[in-house]
């Protein structure tokens, strides 16, 4: 598995003023690429629907200012980048790594992680972390209310 980034991006302020009135999409609404080429032609595309939300939420990420890199799904992260993207440190991607929470593979004597499998491990941790939250406003609530 080739790990890169296949492209790296951010507007420059003025770049963002003109993406940022850009309107929403709705539902039905088609979406075509017109790309006028450097000898004069004109080609225009339509994008299925999948490319066009895909397309949507990178220029709602430019427009407000971040930087975007489009990675490939089987892109590969060492536990550094890993705990970037889960919001842990190193150690703890290490321990979920050989506890088996987070799938892994040696390259040498470093180990790296789909970034299919860190997303799908963020969104675990992330459910969790709502559901403590929650647990957190109930007790507040039970404290306020009961006086407990």
Same mark, same amino acid.
């Given at each position: 598995?080739?790990?890169?980034?296949?492209?790296?991006? $951010?507007?420059?302020? #003025?770049?963002? +003023?003109?993406?940022?009135?850009?309107?929403?999409? &709705?539902?039905?609404? #088609?979406?075509?690429?017109?790309?006028?080429?450097?000898? $004069?032609?004109?080609?225009?595309?339509?994008?299925?629907?999948?490319?066009?939300?895909?397309?949507?939420?990178?220029?709602? #990420?430019?427009?407000?200012?971040?930087?975007?890199?489009?990675?490939?799904?089987?892109?590969? !992260?060492?536990?550094?980048?890993?705990?970037?993207?889960?919001?842990?440190?190193?150690?703890?991607?290490? !321990? #979920?790594?050989?506890?088996? %929470?987070?799938?892994?593979?040696?390259?040498?004597?470093?180990?790296?992680?789909?970034? +299919? %499998?860190? !997303? &799908?491990? +963020?969104? +675990?941790?992330?459910?969790?972390?709502?559901?403590?939250? &929650? !647990?957190?406003?109930?007790?507040? %609530?039970?404290?306020?209310?009961?006086?407990?």
């Amino acid at each position: 598995m080739a790990s890169h980034v296949v492209k790296f991006i $951010g507007l420059s302020d #003025r770049d963002r +003023k003109k993406v940022a009135n850009l309107p929403k999409l &709705a539902a039905g609404d #088609r979406v075509e690429l017109h790309v006028r080429r450097r000898d $004069g032609n004109d080609q225009t595309l339509q994008l299925p629907p999948a490319a066009a939300d895909a397309i949507e939420a990178l220029i709602d #990420r430019l427009s407000s200012g971040e930087s975007v890199a489009l990675l490939t799904e089987d892109q590969e !992260l060492s536990p550094t980048e890993a705990s970037e993207i889960l919001g842990i440190s190193r150690p703890l991607v290490v !321990l #979920r790594m050989d506890c088996g %929470d987070l799938p892994f593979r040696y390259v040498g004597k470093h180990r790296r992680a789909s970034l +299919k %499998d860190v !997303l &799908a491990l +963020k969104s +675990k941790l992330d459910l969790r972390q709502s559901a403590l939250d &929650a !647990l957190a406003d109930d007790t507040e %609530d039970l404290i306020d209310t009961h006086g407990l």
